[in-house]
Structures are given as structure tokens and as C-alpha cells.
């Protein structure tokens, strides 16, 4: 993998959302490897299909690639706020790729893949409707808010300049591949507990420790009266995919 960007493609154009387009999809075209099935390469969709950009011929995987000069950041804007909820709800959104690179020196400093099944209409942020006087008046975009995602869906690709072992990559990738067969709703309850599990520091935590996140969860499910079973058919779910241990009596370990 080549952290370089090339920008010399892009010199016919005039605009820097088209020229930084181009350059970013052009180093996706040519140095990214499919992180499902690990094929060597994923393929341009031909002309702007408005699903994804990119897709592996192999396992058919489907790729959206959004990218930003400078930091990371914990908010990505996206396209209209309507057809991301739709996509997200129909289960027809693509796998994300979030590309940060630096302005100056073109150079990748971050890529983070998240999987499809880590969208839920909960990290979705819906924009100010565009002014009467802007051209698209009344127009809703949306923000992907990336710091809603648990730690297991943002997979890290290249960190802080350097490229993550290929293997490392598809190993995480699969370790949450059973949150695709489930049910937005029931999804959406097991995004809610891995990400309680994360914000408790370090390895161990206890049932207890869970139980202390029942009025947060029961503001987000209002129409789930038995909030606690619901934590600890979870905790099962988790346990039953390798996420976490248990560790007897009430006592979990996660599993990094
Ligand atoms: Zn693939």
C-alpha cells in the first residue's frame, strides 16, 4: 500500500471537490484489498452510481468511500438525510471507508472501515434544512456522527500514518460479522451494549457495572419495560460470539 496520493490525475480540473475526488478514489482504485474476503483489489462502480463507489468482484461487498483533508473527526457530512435513514432501514447501505488525509503533502493519515451493519438511524445526524435563499432551499443533509460507532465497527486500516497487518484487518472484520444477520431493532440493542461495555475502562466489569446504564437505555428504547433482561440477553449474545467471557457470577471479560 502506497500512502501517497497522487494528485497529478486531477490537474484538468478547476474544483477541489472534484480534483480531491478523483485523487481519493484513484489510490482507493489502486491500493485498497477487499477487508471481507481479503481479495487483492476493489473495483470502481462505472459512472456515479448513487449506491457506492466501489464494490469486490469477488464477495460482492459494497464500498462508500467519504473523505476529508485534516483531523479526524468525530462527524462526517453525507448526502440527503431521508435516503440514509431509508438505506439504513431497508438494509441497503454500503460498507463506509473514512479516509483522512493530509492537505499539504496529499498523504494518507487514517482510513477506518466500518461495516454496514454498524449504521443505525442513531448515528445519523440530521442537518439544518438548507436557507430559502441557498439554491437546494428546504434540502436536508445528515452527519454520520463516527464516535456513536462501538470500537469493534471502526477498523482501522491505516492509524496515525501506519498500515494495519492485512490479517489483523479481516480478524476483526469477522469477529462482528453475526450483527448482519440480525434485525435493525435488535441490532440496534446490541450497539447499545457493546457500547456501555466500552465506555467501563478496562478488561472486566461486572453485571452490577451494566446495570448502571438501565436509565440511559430505557431513554433510548422508551418502549422496552424490561431493560435489565434485555442487558443480560445481550451480554448472552456477546458472550455466545466471542466478544466477551464470562467469568462466573456476574463477572465478564472482554475479549480484544
Ligand atoms: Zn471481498
Known sequence: MNLQMDG?????????AQKIRLITETW?????????????????????RPVADFFCPFCREEYELKS?????????????YNTMIERITSINNPNFFFLHYNKSNLQIENLVMVP????????????KPLADT?????WIGCNILLNRVPNEGRIFIVQNKK????????????????????????RGWTLDVLNCINMIEGKDFTLEQMYRFEEMLTIKHPDNHYVKDKIRQQLQML??????????????????
Open 116 to 127: 454496514k451493519y454498524f449504521f443505525s438511524p442513531e448515528i445519523i445526524e440530521k442537518r
Open 68 to 80: 476529508k483533508g485534516g483531523f479526524i473527526s468525530n462527524k462526517v457530512n453525507d448526502g440527503a
Open 134 to 138: 441557498a439554491r437546494r432551499a428546504g
Open 239 to 256: 458472550r455466545n460470539n466471542g466478544i466477551i467471557e464470562f467469568t462466573g457470577r456476574g463477572h465478564y471479560r472482554k475479549n480484544q
Open 8 to 16: 497529478r490525475s486531477a490537474e484538468q480540473y478547476t474544483s477541489n
Open 28 to 48: 482507493v482504485n489502486n491500493n485498497m484489498f477487499c477487508p471481507y474476503c481479503g481479495n487483492q483489489y476493489v473495483s470502481c462502480f462505472e459512472n456515479n
Open 163 to 186: 498500515e494495519i497487518p492485512i490479517k489483523q484487518i479481516i480478524e476483526k472484520v469477522h469477529r462482528t460479522e453475526f450483527l448482519r444477520s440480525s434485525k435493525l431493532d435488535a
